[in-house]
């Protein structure tokens, strides 16, 4: 009886230091979540990694970096895969996406509608990398070459497909596109199967910094010409940028004038409470360790700002994250705080629906086909 009172009183003790241990900070064990990045070798899946360590850790979160295809996989894997919380998207795919739900397609409003930003990032340059001995010089020389426009699923593939369809009023003519990844694009480029390998990333970007300095040395990246009537329409989605020759010393004899797109942090309109609780003390950490993730974190941290600006129609923030930051930023600035207070609604982990008709080719690279 003695013995039996005993284990009763040791099992009652747990349960009252793990109420409290909740009550002060949470489950014991932390939360268990998922990030969606991008290539091995690219950007995204860095600054993932430097979210995991200086922001999630710190707020008690176990946050898992998982490797991607890119953005399309990314909004895909976001909304339908459980315990993914948050992804990094590129600004053209994410609007691509609304795009295709405000035309009627009912899989792009059920993928994208329930998805929130954090914040946005930086911007990432797009690399038109060629051979050496290629006669091409500019971005608008690329018209009719075979060209490898990232896989299908990535961010890249619908940057070069909406700038090629920008610049020369048409599609990339069947037979002229490879998806390959950014490794097997450049291979492919050395050994002529391909003329151009359009690779979006951050510079510096891991892909060139640790690349050979022999094969580096057989390739180059085509310039924008300002003054092309090419440029001219591309800029009316993208923006111009310059990849530094201060970023490939190793490769690069001078700045490179280039066009750039944006990376954004996204997340999902969460209602639960724990998860709710568990992003607020993520948004918390975020902004009183940002000036850690500028010091200590990838290079393109540091043209971060910690600001949330005016969104384009269809684009919404998470409201309780977005309260969060607002409010810390408004301390870090001693300004009065902004935000909203939208609530936010439960994730629904359903399958999306399968497309009964021919695939187009946007949907195709938003991964809105059927299997």
């Known amino acids: ?26 489950t014991a064990t932390g939360a268990h979540y998922k990030i969606v990045t991008g290539q091995e070798r690219g950007t995204y899946i860095q600054i993932g990694a430097d979210l995991a360590k200086y922001v999630a850790q710190p707020a008690g979160i176990d946050l898992e970096v998982m490797p991607s295809k890119g953005s399309a996989e990314n909004v895909q894997r976001m909304r339908f895969e459980p315990g993914v919380k948050l992804a990094l998207v590129q600004s053209d795919v994410y609007q691509a996406y609304i795009d295709m739900a405000n035309s009627g397609n009912a899989d792009a409003g059920t993928t994208i509608r329930p998805l929130r930003l954090i914040m946005p990032l930086y911007n990432e340059e797009i690399y038109f990398v060629v051979r050496n001995d290629s006669p091409m010089t500019t971005i608008n020389q690329i018209k009719d070459k075979v060209i490898s426009i990232g896989p299908i699923g990535s961010g890249t593939a619908q940057s070069a497909t909406t700038l090629y369809h920008l610049m020369f009023n048409q599609p990339i003519p069947e037979q002229n596109v490879q998806s390959l990844s950014n490794e097997d694009a450049i291979a492919a480029l050395v050994v002529k199967k391909i003329d151009v390998a359009v690779i979006v990333a951050g510079q510096p970007a891991k892909l060139f910094t640790d690349m050979n300095p022999d094969l580096l040395a057989q390739i180059r990246i085509l310039r924008v010409d300002p003054g092309a009537p090419e440029t001219a329409r591309a800029k009316e989605t993208y923006f111009p940028a310059t990849i530094r020759q201060s970023s490939y010393p190793n490769w690069l004899k001078d700045d490179v004038p280039t066009l750039t797109v944006k990376a954004f942090l996204v997340t999902y309109d969460y209602g639960l409470r724990d998860t709710v609780s568990n992003l607020n003390r993520f948004a918390d950490s975020l902004c009183e360790n940002f000036d850690t993730l500028q010091e200590k974190g990838h290079p393109k941290w540091k043209q971060v700002k910690l600001e949330l600006p005016p969104l384009t129609k269809g684009w919404q923030y998470y409201p309780p994250i977005e309260r969060h930051l607002r409010s810390c930023i408004a301390r870090r600035a001693s300004m009065p ?20 008709r021919p695939c187009s080719d946007q949907e195709r690279l938003l991964l809105l086909c059927g299997k």
Do not use: F
């Open 337 to 356: 705080a902004g935000g909203t207070t939208a609530a936010a609604s439960q994730q629904q982990q359903a399958a999306p629906k399968v497309n009964k």
């Open 1 to 26: 009886m003695l013995k039996t009172i005993l284990t009763g009183l040791t099992a009652l003790v747990g349960i009252v230091i793990t109420s409290l241990a909740m009550a002060a900070g949470g």
